[in-house]
C-alpha cells in the first residue's frame, strides 16, 4: 500500500510573503494539489499532510538565543538529561508558530483538506529540540505520529514531496527508508533552500547511502505481490 507524504507545504516556506521562504516554492503548490487529487488513480491508500508546528519560544529560532541571528549556527545539546551529545544546526527566523498565518497548510491544500480524508501531522511542538524529520526530533527521542498511523494501514511505499527538499523533505525520506518503507521523492514536487551543484550532489550520495530514491516525476504504482 502506499502513502503520500506532503511535507511542509506552508505559508511561512512560500515566498513572496512567508518568513521563511523556499526559493521558488510556490510553484509546487499547485501541481502537489493536483497529485492529492489523483488519488485514486495513483492507488494513495493514504495522504499525509505534515506541518511544521512550533511554540513562540521553540529553540530553532534565533530569536530564542540571545545575540544570536537569523541562520547562524548553533550546536544543540541533547534534551535528555545526561546525554552529552551534541549537534550543529541552523538557527531560523521565526517561523510556523502554532495556530498562526504563517503555520497554515498553503490556502489551496487547507481548503482541500475539507472535503478529503487528508491526514495532518504535526512535528516540531516540543520547545526543546529541533525537528526536520516527521517522524521524529533530530536526537529520533521523539516520535510523532506518523509511523504508528501508517503502519496501522499497512503501508509499505511512501512518495515524499513538498518543502524544503535539503531540510525536511531529505529527513522525511531518510527516516521512512530506515523505517523500512520503499521511500521516494518526487523531486519536481519539491524545492531546496541551498541549490548550487555540489550541495545538490551531496544530498543526492546522502538520499542513495540511505536507500532513498529519487526521481524527476511520480512513479506509476507497481501492484504489489502478497507475501
Ligand atoms: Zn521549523
Avoid at 93 to 111: E, R, Y
Avoid at 178 to 207: F, N, P
Avoid at 214 to 220: A, G, L, M, S
Wanted: one cysteine or more; a negative charge.
Amino acid at each position: 500500500m502506499r502513502a503520500l507524504i506532503v511535507t511542509d507545504v506552508q505559508n511561512d516556506f512560500l515566498p513572496p510573503k512567508g518568513a521563511l521562504p523556499v526559493p521558488h516554492g510556490d510553484e509546487i503548490v499547485q501541481p502537489v494539489l493536483d497529485l492529492i487529487r489523483q488519488e485514486e488513480a495513483q492507488d494513495f491508500h493514504r495522504i499525509v499532510l505534515v506541518r511544521d508546528w512550533h511554540t513562540k519560544n521553540h529553540t530553532s529560532f534565533a530569536r530564542s538565543h540571545p545575540g544570536a541571528k537569523d541562520y547562524d549556527p548553533v550546536e544543540y545539546r541533547s534534551p535528555k538529561p545526561g546525554d552529552s551529545s551534541t549537534q550543529v544546526g541552523t538557527l531560523w527566523p521565526v517561523h510556523c508558530v502554532q495556530n498562526t498565518w504563517g503555520s497554515q497548510l498553503a490556502n489551496i491544500l487547507l481548503k482541500e483538506t475539507y472535503h478529503r480524508h487528508l491526514k495532518i501531522v504535526d512535528k516540531g511542538f516540543l520547545s526543546d529540540r529541533e525537528y526536520y524529520s516527521a517522524f521524529s526530533d533530530i536526537w529520533d527521542f521523539h516520535k510523532t505520529e506518523l509511523h504508528e498511523y501508517l503502519q496501522k494501514h499497512h503501508i509499505t511505499e511512501v512518495l515524499v514531496v513538498g518543502l524544503a527538499l535539503d531540510y525536511c523533505v531529505k529527513a522525511t525520506a531518510i527516516s521512512a527508508a530506515k523505517l523500512g518503507y520503499k521511500t521516494t521523492i518526487v523531486r519536481s514536487l519539491t524545492r531546496a533552500i541551498h541549490t548550487d551543484e555540489a550541495h545538490m550532489q551531496e544530498l543526492e550520495k546522502e538520499l542513495k547511502e540511505n536507500g532513498v530514491e529519487i526521481v524527476d516525476e511520480v512513479p506509476p504504482h507497481t501492484s504489489e505481490v502478497s507475501a
